[in-house]
C-alpha cells in the first residue's frame, strides 16, 4: 500500500514540474463579419482586419506616419510621377510560390480594373507597372500625388499571387493566398473565420498558431464573453460596459484614439434631400452635442467637420460646435415648401448607432418629418445603400491612411467606389481634391481647409461622433497593436 502511495505521489509530481503547453489559439470577438477575403473586393473595416493578416503590402506606416519597408526592402522617387521598388527576394505565398514582381504588377492593375470598384479612390492614379526583372518594379502614376504613396500601407494594394486568383476566379474572395503572417482555414460567413500561422513567412512569425475571430453584433454578449474567458480579445465594448471591464481585475481595458468618425448622411439622389435648404433644415432640427453625450457617455466628442483631429489641417478643434434651432428648421421647410414629409433612417445593428437614430426620429418629428427606422444586417445593409434605397443612414468612416485627402475622397469623390453612400457628385469637391493629391502635403493646408468648410456648407452629412478604440481583453495577452487608422494588428500579440 505504501508503494502504491509513493507512486501516485510521484506521478503527481512529475506532472506538475511539466511545463503547462502554451496557448496556440487567439480568439477575438469583433462586431462584424468580413464581406470578402479579396483586398480589392471591399472598403469596410472588418474586412480591412482580415486581409491585414493574410496580405502584406509593400510599406508598412505607424500611427505616427513613420515608414517601414514591407514587401520592398527599399524604394526611390525617379520623377514626381515614377516610384520604383526594390523587392523582397525569398518571400512565399501560402500556396508556396515566391512573390515576384509580376505578381506586384498583377495585384496592382487589377485594383484599377471594374473588380477595383469599391477601392477606386486610391488606385485611380495607378497608370502602369513596368517590371524590370523578377524584383524590380517601376510605378507610373497619372499626375502627381503626394496622397498615393501614403496610400500603399492600406489594404487595396495588398499582393496577391496571380496564379492563384487566376485559379479561383470569381470565388477567390473565399480562397485568399498572401504572404502575411497567417494562412487562410475557414470561414463561415456571419459566425467565424479562422487563420493559421504561416511558418514560411518573411517576417517574425506570430507566437501563436491560430487566429480564430468571432462576429458578435450584440455589445453586451461580447462583453459577456470576455468576462466568461470564451474571448481573449473583444472590441468594441459599449459605452455601458467600459466600467464593467475596467473594474474586473482579471481584464485590462484599451482605451486609443480612432480616427473614426460616426455620421449620419443623406442620400443626395432622392427629392427633396436634393434641395440644400431640406438638408440644413433636418440638421438644424437635431440636438448632436446632447445626442453624443447621451448615446456615448464620455466615449469620444461630437465632431465639427468629416476630417477626425488626429488627421493634419483637421478644423475639428477650430470650429463653433453644431447648434440646435428648431424654429430655423421650421423657416427653411417652409421656404423649401416641404410638407408631410415622410423618410426612412437606415442603421445597421451597431446600438449606438440605433440609439442616435431614435432620437433623430423624435427630433425630427417635432418639426413636422415623419420617420421609420430600419436595421439591417451588415452585409444587407451596405449592400442596400449601394443601391440607393435609403433615405437617411447611420455610418462610421474611419481614415484608414494618415492623409487629409482620405477621409474626404473616400466618402465623397465623384470617382469613389465603396464608401461614397450619400452619392455626392460634386465638381467643386472633386476639383479641389485633385488639386489637393498634386501639392506637396506641407503646402495643401489651405486647400484642405477650403474643402471641409465647403462640406459643411453643402451638408451631404451630419456628424455625431469622434470615436475612440475602446477594447477589452484577458489581462494574460500582451503585445496586441490597435491603430487610429484601425488596422488593430494581431502579429506581435503573445500570452503571458
Request: net charge negative; charged share 25%; hydrophobic share 40%.
Amino acid at each position: 500500500m505504501k508503494v502504491m502511495k509513493c507512486i501516485v505521489v510521484f506521478v503527481i509530481l512529475a506532472l506538475l514540474a511539466v511545463p503547462a503547453a502554451a496557448k496556440d489559439r487567439l480568439v477575438v470577438i469583433e462586431e462584424y463579419d468580413p464581406t470578402t477575403l479579396d483586398p480589392i473586393g471591399h472598403d469596410d473595416l472588418p474586412t480591412s482586419r482580415a486581409c491585414h493578416e493574410i496580405y502584406d503590402t509593400l510599406i508598412f506606416v505607424d500611427d505616427s506616419s513613420n515608414v517601414t519597408p514591407g514587401l520592398a526592402e527599399k524604394w526611390e522617387y525617379l520623377s514626381p510621377t515614377e516610384l520604383k521598388f526594390y523587392l523582397r527576394k525569398g518571400v512565399k505565398f501560402h500556396n508556396g510560390d515566391e512573390m515576384k514582381a509580376s505578381d506586384v504588377r498583377f495585384s496592382f492593375l487589377r485594383a484599377t480594373t471594374e473588380e477595383g470598384a469599391k477601392i477606386r479612390n486610391y488606385a485611380q492614379n495607378v497608370k502602369d507597372v513596368k517590371v524590370l526583372d523578377d524584383y524590380t518594379v517601376v510605378m507610373e502614376l497619372k499626375d502627381q500625388d503626394s496622397y498615393f504613396f501614403a496610400s500603399l500601407a492600406h489594404g487595396w494594394a495588398s499582393v496577391t499571387s496571380e496564379k492563384a486568383v487566376k485559379a479561383a476566379g470569381d470565388s477567390y474572395g473565399m480562397h485568399p493566398v498572401g504572404t502575411g503572417p497567417f494562412k487562410f482555414v475557414s470561414w463561415q460567413k456571419g459566425h467565424k473565420y479562422v487563420l493559421e500561422r504561416f511558418d514560411d513567412f518573411w517576417g517574425p512569425k506570430p507566437k501563436y498558431k491560430y487566429l480564430e475571430v468571432r462576429a458578435v453584433p450584440e455589445p453586451t454578449s461580447r462583453t459577456i464573453a470576455l468576462e466568461t474567458g470564451e474571448a481573449d480579445l473583444v472590441y468594441p465594448i459599449p459605452p455601458n460596459d467600459v466600467k464593467r471591464v475596467s473594474e474586473n481585475k482579471d481584464l485590462v481595458l484599451i482605451r486609443y484614439p480612432s480616427n473614426t468618425v460616426i455620421y449620419m448622411g443623406f442620400n443626395m439622389t432622392k427629392p427633396p434631400l436634393t434641395d440644400i435648404r431640406v438638408r440644413h433644415a433636418i440638421s438644424a432640427a437635431i440636438d448632436v452635442v446632447a445626442i453624443q453625450a447621451a448615446v456615448f457617455r464620455g466615449i469620444g466628442s461630437a465632431p465639427t467637420t468629416i476630417t477626425p483631429p488626429g488627421i493634419r489641417y483637421s478644423l475639428n478643434d477650430k470650429l463653433l460646435p453644431h447648434k440646435q434651432d428648431v424654429e430655423l428648421a421650421k423657416k427653411l421647410l417652409a421656404e423649401a415648401g416641404v410638407k408631410d414629409l415622410k423618410l426612412e433612417i437606415w442603421s445597421n445593428e451597431n446600438k449606438q448607432r440605433v440609439d442616435c437614430a431614435t432620437i433623430v426620429q423624435a427630433q425630427l418629428e417635432e418639426i413636422g418629418i415623419k420617420s421609420e427606422i430600419r436595421v439591417l444586417e451588415w452585409g444587407t445593409y451596405l449592400n442596400g445603400l449601394m443601391e440607393k434605397k435609403h433615405d437617411l443612414f447611420f455610418l462610421g468612416t474611419i481614415a484608414q491612411v494618415a492623409h487629409p485627402n482620405q477621409p474626404i475622397s473616400n466618402l465623397l469623390e465623384s470617382t469613389s467606389g465603396g464608401g461614397n453612400y450619400t452619392f455626392t457628385r460634386d465638381a467643386k469637391i472633386d476639383e479641389l481634391l485633385h488639386k489637393g493629391r498634386a501639392t506637396p502635403i506641407d503646402e495643401a493646408g489651405e486647400i484642405y481647409v477650403e474643402l471641409q468648410e465647403y462640406i459643411n456648407e453643402l451638408t451631404p452629412m451630419i456628424y455625431f461622433q469622434v470615436n475612440e478604440f475602446i477594447g477589452g481583453a484577458q489581462k494574460n495577452v500582451k503585445g496586441f497593436d490597435p491603430r487610429a487608422t484601425g488596422f488593430n494588428s494581431y502579429r506581435k500579440v503573445y500570452f503571458e
